[in-house]
């Protein structure tokens, strides 16, 4: 089966540096994407990654290691509106997106 | 606005009804799609669709049903609902339905809460 796995929770201090984690086992691979979900929000778009390597887009960056099946979501000088969710999906052979469960990112001050 | 936008916010109603959600889209894209939002955040899709093709998740009980009058509304219908069935739903857009980053935009979902 199809499987993305994140943690459920992180908490992280505001002004520090974070990171989640994203792994998954899908069948064939075509990208992948991280979006922020603020507690009763839309999903947004934060980045995409195709190919291995670091993408960066201001304080956040997002890293791919096809090979292993991993990915994360690093967010510099944490601020209090970064409290949200984070939700990696994963686009499959057939082209159709694969979600995790999202990762609840507490900012405490 | 630019945007996906979606009615109602929130739906309350009860076990056997038939309800509807409306979507709309003025970005000019060409796939739409509703996704399901359960207890434990997962986004499950739902169905895609553009103007060749309508994708249904085998999974998705045949009491839900797309209806596309046109290329930039999708609308949920759904027979004789069950408790089940509450969840936020969300309407989705993209341009490209395939290939290429494909970056959805959400409408800001719908609340279904079945009695």
């Given amino acids: 089966g199809q499987n993305i796995d994140q943690p459920t929770e992180m908490t992280a ?15 064939g691979f075509n990208g992948l994407f991280w979006y922020q979900q603020h507690a009763g929000e839309a999903p947004t778009f934060l980045s995409y990654n195709v190919l291995d ?5 201001g ?9 292993i099946g991993y990915s994360y979501l690093l967010l510099k000088e944490l601020q209090m509106k970064d409290s949200a969710s984070y939700l990696c999906a994963v686009r499959d052979s057939n082209y159709q997106l694969i979600w995790g469960a999202g990762t609840k990112l507490i900012i405490k001050p | 606005d630019t ?10 109603t009860q076990m056997g009804n038939d309800k509807s959600i409306k979507c709309e889209q003025n970005l000019g894209h060409d796939t739409m799609y509703w996704y399901k939002q359960d ?10 669709y553009n103007n060749k093709e309508l994708i249904i998740n085998e999974t998705v009980p045949n009491r839900f ?7 930039a509304h999708l609308n949920l219908h759904i027979n004789s609902l069950e408790l089940g069935d509450s969840a936020v739903y969300f309407c989705a857009s993209s ?20 009695l």
């Fill in chain 1, 13 to 27: 201090t505001e002004g520090a540096i974070v990171q989640i984690n994203c792994t998954y086992q899908t069948s």
């Fill in chain 2, 3 to 12: 945007a996906v936008s979606q009615t109602p916010k929130y739906l309350v």
């Fill in chain 1, 59 to 67: 304080r956040f960056s997002s890293f791919l290691s096809r090979s």
């Fill in chain 2, 65 to 71: 049903s797309p209806k596309s009058p046109d290329k």
């Fill in chain 1, 53 to 57: 390597g670091l993408e960066e887009k």
């Fill in chain 2, 39 to 48: 207890s434990k955040k997962f986004l499950k899709i739902m169905f895609s």
């Fill in chain 2, 95 to 114: 341009q490209d339905g395939g290939s290429g980053a494909n970056v959805l935009t959400f409408g800001a979902g719908s609340r279904l809460t079945v």
